[in-house]
Every structure is written in C-alpha cells, then in structure tokens.
C-alpha cells in the first residue's frame, strides 16, 4: 500500500489546516488508519486514529477537540482537520495504515507509512 500525504505548510497560531491521505489499494477500505507527527528532536507520537468504517475514533489528549479525523473510503482518503493550531503542533504529520482494521496509539501497529507533510505553526 502506497500512502500520499499533502496539505501541511506554515501558518499562524490559531489558524487551521486540513491533511489529506490518499491510499494506492482498493483494500483501504478494510484499513484502519491512523495519523502520527514528529517534532525536531522527538520521539514521533499519536495524534489520531479511525477504524475501517470510520465509526470509531481516537485522540491524544493534545489535540481533542481541536482535530477531527475522517475518512472517505469511496476516495481512499482519510483526512485530518487541525484547528486552533499551536506552535507545540509543528511537525512533520505522517499517516499509517492498520491492516487490521481497527485503531491504536501504539505505532508499532500499523503497516505503512506515508512519506509525512510538514506543519508549521507560527507564534
């Protein structure tokens, strides 16, 4: 499975922006998937994940309520809409598919990886 990550760029502090994935196979549909970031010189963390039907998802702490997971399977996407975004949200924002199907904040779970799009957030 090939993943393509787009959408990251620079903005202001409290400004949105959207992330999109889109999936090379059909059997996306059958994939949880999940978005993970790293900043310079960290460890790369869970942001968010939604099971194959998109009925379930799950957040870390720093950003519920601020982004929204979402997926289309018809389009292979899954999306992420980051508000009220932070200067502590810089990262590079990558997405992993979970072939399994349903979702976890443990990385080690997931299958593939896209190639990341960096978010920068100006104070």
């Known amino acids: 499975v090939q993943l393509q990550a787009s959408g990251g760029g620079l903005l202001q502090a409290g400004g949105s922006l959207r992330l999109s994935c889109v999936a090379s196979?059909?059997?996306?549909?059958?994939?949880?998937m999940g978005w993970f970031r790293q900043a310079p010189g960290k460890e790369r963390e869970f942001v968010a994940a939604?099971?194959?039907?998109?009925?379930?998802?799950l957040y870390a702490d720093s950003v519920k309520g601020r982004f929204t997971i979402s997926r289309d399977n018809a389009k292979n996407t899954v999306s992420l809409q980051m508000n009220s975004l932070k200067p502590e949200d810089t990262a590079v924002y990558y997405c992993?598919?979970?072939?399994?199907?349903?979702?976890?904040?443990?990385?080690?779970?997931?299958?593939?990886w896209g190639q990341g799009t960096l978010v920068t957030v100006s104070s």
């Open positions: 939604i099971t194959w039907n998109g009925g379930s998802t």
């Open positions: 196979r059909r059997t996306f549909s059958s994939y949880g």
């Open positions: 992993a598919t979970k072939r399994s199907g349903g979702y976890s904040f443990n990385s080690h779970e997931y299958d593939y």
